[in-house]
């Protein structure tokens, strides 16, 4: 019997994806450079490594900002991981730890013997990559140009306040010009020295 393992993702950015650690040392961390690349704010450029040594997978934590944990109990040291075990990285990521046996001598089916295949159906696009809370942006978004109407709608919101300005300053010229034209200055304005 032999045994492969792997790291399934159970929160972040792909859950459900899958991770071979067929290697001899695999790391995990937000740099592209690393054998597991996880674009989030809480994991460290080289957060972990995990090394496969006398049939084990060993995990260790490369001195990241917000640690690793194994089953909720932060790690300091290199810890042998266990089927079934929950890796966790910062608080947003975390992956099961598995152990696939298998036997390599084992028969394998023919394909002469496999029921035909149904027919193919049309591949269909997958959708857009969905971002996450922790996602660390690749750049700045693109900012689409704004509509004609909305573009109309910015140009005459100043012209309606310039001309509403103005209207209001000829309307209180016009008053006291009005006011002073009258001598009606004590009966509008009582308080002026000399009104009473």
């Not at 990285?89 to 084992?106: K, Q």
């Not at 149904?118 to 969905?130: D, E, H, L, S």
Request: glycine share 10%.
């Amino acid at each position: 019997m032999s045994t492969q393992y792997q790291l399934v993702m159970r929160n972040g950015p792909n859950p459900g994806a899958t991770y071979s650690l067929d290697a001899a040392q695999s790391t995990i961390g937000r740099d592209p450079g690393n054998t597991i690349s996880i674009n989030d704010a809480e994991i460290s450029r080289y957060h972990v490594r995990l090394t496969a040594q006398g049939g084990k997978i060993v995990l260790e934590d490369t001195g990241s900002t917000n640690g690793t944990m194994v089953n909720g109990k932060r790690i300091s040291g290199p810890h042998v991981l266990k089927a079934g075990e929950l890796v966790a990285l910062g608080e947003g990521i975390s992956f099961v730890f598995e152990a696939l046996s298998f036997d390599p001598d084992a028969t394998v089916v023919s394909s002469s013997s496999q029921p035909a295949a149904a027919p193919r159906q049309q591949p269909v696009a997958p959708p857009p990559p969905q971002a996450y809370a922790g996602q660390v942006p690749a750049g700045p978004a693109p900012v689409a140009p704004p509509s004609a109407s909305q573009t109309g709608k910015r140009s005459a919101l100043p012209v309606a306040l310039g001309v509403s300005a103005l209207v209001l300053i000829c309307a209180c010229g016009a008053f006291f010009w009005w006011v002073d034209a009258t001598l009606r200055w004590c009966t509008f304005f009582p308080f002026i020295a000399g009104c009473g």
